[in-house]
């Protein structure tokens, strides 16, 4: 056992802020004090400094400490923040993009709520316009373009096979798309004739926001010259493959220019991102409200675009409802106003389980009273710390996930973790990777793999995603970092 696992957790934890909160680690063990040191706390970080600047680019370097001390900064405030929850503390949760994990607070009230209902023995036949309207302002729209769905899938499900497809109709989209979005694009080539064109996706920091503008922009000039008609672009911001936040308000402008619908899988966006969707404009964004916006289970947040606003001037496209017991039959007109509350009909479908979307309700309550900004900040500013410890150690191009271009950041890091960089195409080896992260190491790292074409290569890479949020600290990112080094070295 190396230094790093023979500390537990709990002495991570407390161990951390030593410098922030003026420790005296005079009555330490001497492990401890050197743990501390290779942390590039307290005297001894003098002397590391050139240690690490031989391991590797010294402005790395540099970029990584300067995120650190804004990570600690508030550090108070964000173990406050961690307090929230009830995660086990044997593991580190890193994870997110697949599951959240929900507050005391959302699950004691969740826990009333059901018990109310039973109590009452009471039914959910409720489009839960009062609750739309207190989450929509934190999503910058009204509560007409804000639903609750099951899920992104099933949001994904509502925008897609709700629309007016068209025999020939093209979709421009990636192939780095979830099957969430890409099950009902499908449906609707079997079902309706449409076509889909993928634009094949970059990996890794060398790329920007103007890279994706092009790479749709060409693609849909192409189709066009073919004769064909392209009638929506779909994509995921961010991709849950690499990371990759694809710039909405970049692409909203090829949008625009070519008069299409606009769909994003912003499974990842509530509860990581801080966006106003009325200023971005799309149609349609599906959002899960059980990930990083940590509510319950089958609950997801679509935003639909049902008036004509400044940020999008295109007429609405022609949907309807696909699954639902409010049917107003009305032609949506293409004015200020809405015709009618289009998200009612996303929303209410028969008896909905009241008790978990006042959950998701509490917990977005609990996301504005933090700043949905200040979260941003701090998850994107982890992610950014992670990601220069990466290049420290396996070197830039060992990333996935950009780190240069501020439009194109998420919460989510993916990278190849292997000394042989071919291995990183071998399934086995990743999965071995994960579990290992998890098996071996006293902080019982719960990461996961995703795979993915990478232009250029022979068969699919399996990237290592790491998941940040508001109960990790820089510390977590340290011990996940020494601990990935030292299990590429051991495979
Ligand atoms: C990009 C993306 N889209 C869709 C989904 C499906 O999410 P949900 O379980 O909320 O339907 C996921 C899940 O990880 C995802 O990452």
């Not at 068209?166 to 099950?183: F, I, L, P, S, W």
């Amino acid at each position: 056992m190396n230094e790093i696992q023979e500390m537990s957790r709990a002495d991570a934890r407390s161990s951390a802020p030593v410098q922030a909160r003026g420790l005296d680690a005079t009555g330490w063990t001497a492990k401890r004090r050197d743990f501390l040191r290779i942390l590039g706390y307290g005297a001894g970080s003098m002397a590391l400094g050139p240690m690490l600047a031989a391991c590797g680019d010294s402005n790395a370097q540099t970029t990584a400490e300067t995120l650190r001390a804004q990570l600690v900064q508030d550090e108070a405030f964000w173990t406050e923040v961690q307090k929230m929850f009830i995660l086990d503390p044997s593991k580190t949760y890193m994870n997110i993009g697949t599951a959240g994990s929900m507050p005391k607070v959302v699950l004691d009230l969740f826990a009333e709520e059901n018990r109310k209902k039973a109590a009452d023995s009471g039914n959910g036949y409720s489009n839960l316009l009062a609750q739309r309207q207190q989450v929509a302002p934190g999503f910058g729209v009204d509560a007409d373009e804000l639903a609750f769905s099951a899920n992104t899938s099933s949001g994904m499900c509502h925008a897609i096979l709700g629309l007016d497809w068209q025999r020939g109709d093209v979709v421009v989209t990636t192939n780095h798309e979830h099957g969430g979005g890409d099950t009902p694009l499908k449906i609707a080539t079997d079902r309706y004739g449409i076509e889909v064109s993928r634009i094949a996706m970059p990996v890794g920091n060398n790329q920007t926001a103007a890279t994706y503008v092009t790479l749709f922009d060409d693609r849909i000039k192409q189709l066009k010259a073919q004769g064909k008609r392209v009638r929506a672009m779909m994509w995921s911001s961010p991709t849950y493959k690499t990371g990759t936040m694809l710039p909405i308000a970049d692409l909203m402008t090829v949008v625009k220019a070519h008069g299409l619908i606009s769909i994003v899988d912003g499974a990842h966006l509530p509860g990581m991102m801080a966006y106003n969707y009325g200023e971005l404009g799309m149609d349609f964004m599906s959002g899960a409200g059980h990930k990083w916006q940590c509510g319950p289970g089958s609950t997801g947040i679509l935003v639909i675009r049902n008036k004509i606003r400044a940020s999008n001037p295109l007429p609405l496209p022609k949907w309807y409802p696909i699954h639902t017991s409010t049917y107003p039959a009305l032609e949506r007109a293409n004015s200020a106003t809405a015709t009618y509350d289009v998200a009612a009909s996303v929303t209410s479908c028969g008896s909905v389980h009241t008790p978990m979307f006042l959950a998701l309700v509490e917990a977005c309550a609990q996301w504005d009273k933090i700043g949905r900004k200040k979260i941003e900040t701090y998850d994107i500013t982890m992610a950014s710390y992670l990601k220069e410890k990466i290049v420290e150690r396996w070197g830039v191009d060992s990333l996935y996930s950009p780190k240069d271009d501020p439009k194109l950041l998420s919460a989510l890091t993916s990278f190849n973790p292997f000394q042989v960089k071919t291995d990183v195409m071998d399934a086995t080896k990743s999965n071995t990777f994960v579990a290992r992260m998890l098996s071996d190491y006293p902080q019982h790292f719960v990461v996961r793999n995703a795979n993915f074409s990478v232009i250029g290569a022979p068969s699919d890479h399996y990237g290592v995603r790491v998941s940040t949020h508001v109960w990790h600290d820089a510390n977590d990112i340290d011990l996940l970092v020494n601990a990935m080094w030292d299990l590429s070295r051991k495979m």
